[in-house]
């Protein structure tokens, strides 16, 4: 009983900044758009249909998951030595390497973009080292289109996978390593052997993490994308802020919702079973 | 290699862990002939768990040399060194049934995978665990579970089994089986082996050769008989086996007079002065009253008896004497003298002068 | 909706005293500053009301405000893009007005009056331009085709539709390429040379920020902001007003629905249509001046598209026509232009 009331604050938070606002987005795209644009107050699943219909929306979801996926399984193969290095470090480096390989989360989605522009932009860094070097004569295109998005959105998400890695990896017992050397395995084959087939569970929980994270991700794609990246969260942005349809916009929202929600029950059942299993 | 040469020897170790002012192991060096069971007893933190990770390959001593057969092995990783380790923890593969547990050592030796599997499971049948080869380690209990990681380790035929704290984890009614099972197999096989306890019993019972460690030294290397009846330093006299405590001044002659004014026969060569001496309970005899002492026991001290603990096949007999207290353990079956005694009577003691294992006092 | 409006509106009789206060809902930055000190200033000295400058962001947002205040307003005028608020107009969440009413509606551009569709006029006209980086670019270009110069690869920034610099750049190309704006087919082959060397279809922050970081050499710009941004980098930046022709952009003035303060924000409006505002915010941020009456100086007006020199050139473009087809721009873009050069 006391706990309940303990919880009630964080309860009437979430309520406040998360139900209320999701009621009333729900509310919305139940509306109808005009020919003329404007939103007429009704309650009916046309812009869903229409959105359903729309084979652009089948599209953006087949981008969405494409950029989210493989930017999560390169995060998270990126992040995977960063965490072994990490686990491996004396306990009073740990704390402080742990923190640097979470401290992107501290900057801002626009500093980063400055600092991806000038490694990535046509006179970026790697462009600038190319043309010396004499490979190429005109710059590669490596940002604002998806190969920056992935690119961006890959480490912005490689901080969430350390941190999802070093507690699963936390788990892993050191000594397992050690028997497999003492049997006569060198690091490779006691990484492939051991290492990997161990880490899988963390590996499939980052990845699931971290696609939730690509997916709903705003920022990246809208401020590295260039205008060629379409994904749900900036066509939402787009409905919503530019073409002012807020019912399709809203429509959008619940589905892609509906999709995270659908993912997340899919983690916990992966959770559950591993459980279970162990 | 001859046959006389050592088949470990390790010369002058030494391994410092960050931050600790002294060394975890301090200038070791002991041999080991082939086909003998060495055990590495002391107090937790008295480095002899970094004495076998170093033996093993698995830490890195910063000076000294470790070698096996004669070939300095110091600078070969783990995965080099062709030695079989049973963890504490045993340490098995959870993703890998036993049998595939097993496999794994003989996989990575380079044995040919039509061997592996008949060879794994002779391992496990060497371990009578031949039924339990498709069972993953959570499926087998504490015991199954450390016979199938002794199993890994023997099948690889190891230049050197090492194993720590092979029994700890498990229950007290299974130990002394799992013990006499490792000693019996090791000694069938003929693997020369290193393990390290913390449990003298353990020690004495399985060993060829007992290091006990303390600070990072060795104190005494030595067969067991050797460091119970003659320890070689005030530590293993106290580390192994329980002892009562005698203090007082050695005369001329060896005569050890305490504070209560009691003048014990010692068979000390130290120089005159102050000293500790200590007396095993099982030394000590319950003379009758009247009885004379019998031949060779020339020490005799009249006693009150303060507590009697009754264990079964144990009494003990905790009394009060010039010399202070003293236990004498008797067979509570065939000694049948403690029967008349309650806390406050008068008894007499006998032990022999050989029986006091004198030290200078720290 | 609209009768409860114009009730409410008559009910508050106290709100014409002097003293009320007005609250503004319209653009930040640049706009904010320069409306506060050529219009709102001027019109608290004389009428005695006080302006409350209110800024949520861009015009969809405004139109945000206004729904989700549609039962209880706190703004009473708003100043948005004439896209947004036709919608707001439609969804009845500001007032209709006629001459009758507001006599200086009279003196109102025909095409500002037409843009309110009946609600409140265009107060500001813009123009869509072209902006390129004068220290890179020799001689000035002349036309937008001028971007599509293949020795331009990846200097160029276009914003794409559904933004709307990108609707009006398409309206542009295809008026030009057979005189009828609605003809998406006669832009989309200009459009895709164009786009073959695009750095960007959504400049960040802007395209004149990223000519000034020397990221691009080309960008299409509104007029007003791009005069100001050419006299602030002393001409590194230059605007034309491109042979192919322009658009206006127009920001329409409205009474909110509900206003409380109806009568000093009618008094605003009517205060932000005079001639002689229109003439100080012209000056000040070269957005052309929709009072037909306003004596602007030469100086600004030649920054304008009010100048006879450009008048010819600005396209007849209708809003409400362009809500219809926007949608199949947006896809036509996404796939045929924006895909072009990849």
Known sequence: MIGWL???????????????????????????????????????????????????????????LGLSGTSAAIAVAMALPVALMIRAASPRWRGLLALLAIAPLLVSGTARLVGWMAILGDQGMINVVLRWVGLTDAPIRMINNWTGVRVGLMESLMPYAVLVLLAGLGRLDSRLEEAAATLGANRFRTFIRVTLPLAAPALLAAWLLTLV????????????????????????????????????????????????????????CVGWLQGKRA | MSRSSPHLRLEQLVRHYAGAAAP?????????????????????????????RMIAGLEKPESGRILVGGRDVTALPPHKRHMGVVFQSYALFPHMTSVGNVAFGLEMQGVARAERGPRALAALELVGLSGFAQRKPRQLSGGQ???????????????????????SALDAKLREGVRDEIRALQQRLGTTAV???????????????????NAGKVEQLAAPEEIFERPATRFVATFVGRAARIQGRLEAGGVLRTEGGAALRTHSSLAAGPVEAFLRPHRVRLLAPGEAAPTGMANVLDATLARRVYTGEIVALEANTPAGVITAELHAGTDGLWRELQPGSPMRLAFRDTDLLVFPAP | MLGVAGLTATAWPAAAQSGAQVTLMTYSGIFQEQYTAGVIEPFQAASGHRVQYFAPGTSAQMLGTLRAQKADPQVDVVIMDTTTAALACAEGLVEKITPAEMPVLNQIDAQARTAGGG??????????????????????????????????????????????????????LAHANGGDWRNLRNAIPGLKEIAANAQTFDPKPDGATMILNDQIAFATGWNARSQLYSLQSQGRIGVVLPQEGTAFQINTINIVAGSRNAAAARAFMAHALSAEAQKAFTERLFYGPTNTTAQISP?????????AEFNARVIPLDWVEMQRVRENWNQRWRREVITAQQ
């Open chain 3, 119 to 172: 609600c409140g006029p265009g107060v500001t006209f813009d123009h869509l331009v072209m902006i390129y980086d004068t220290k890179a670019i020799n001689p000035a270009p002349t036309r937008f085709m001028d971007m599509a110069n293949p020795a331009l690869r990846g200097r160029v920034s276009v914003s794409a539709p559904p933004n709307i610099q990108g609707l009006v750049l398409t309206a542009i």
């Open chain 2, 24 to 52: 975890a192991v301090d200038r070791i060096s002991l041999d080991l002939p082939r086909g003998a069971l060495l055990a590495l007893l002391g107090p937790s933190g008295c480095g002899k768990t970094t004495t076998l």
């Open chain 3, 299 to 307: 100086e600004a007006r030649a920054r304008t598209a009010q100048s």
């Open chain 2, 195 to 213: 393990f390290v306890t913390h449990d003298q019993t353990e020690a004495l019972a399985m060993a060829d050769l007992v290091a006990v460690m």
């Open chain 1, 6 to 64: 303990l919880a009630l604050p964080a309860l009437g938070v979430m309520g406040l900044a998360f139900l209320w606002p999701l009621a009333m987005l729900f509310r919305i795209s139940l509306n109808r758009t005009t020919e003329t644009g404007a939103m007429e107050v009704a309650v009916t699943g046309e812009s869903y249909t229409r959105l359903l219909g729309d084979e652009f929306t089948w599209e953006l979801i087949g981008n969405t």
């Open chain 1, 213 to 268: 994270l690509g997916i709903s991700a705003f920022i990246t794609p809208r401020l590295m994308g260039g205008g060629r990246v379409f994904v749900l969260a900036t066509e939402i942005y787009n409905l919503a802020l530019e073409s002012v349809d807020w019912p399709a916009a809203a429509a959008m929202a619940m589905l892609l919702l509906g999709g995270l929600i659908l993912l997340m029950l899919l983690r916990g």
């Open chain 2, 145 to 167: 579970q450390q016979r199938v990681a002794l199993a890994r380790a023997l099948a690889i035929e190891p230049d050197l089994l090492l194993l720590d704290e092979p029994l």
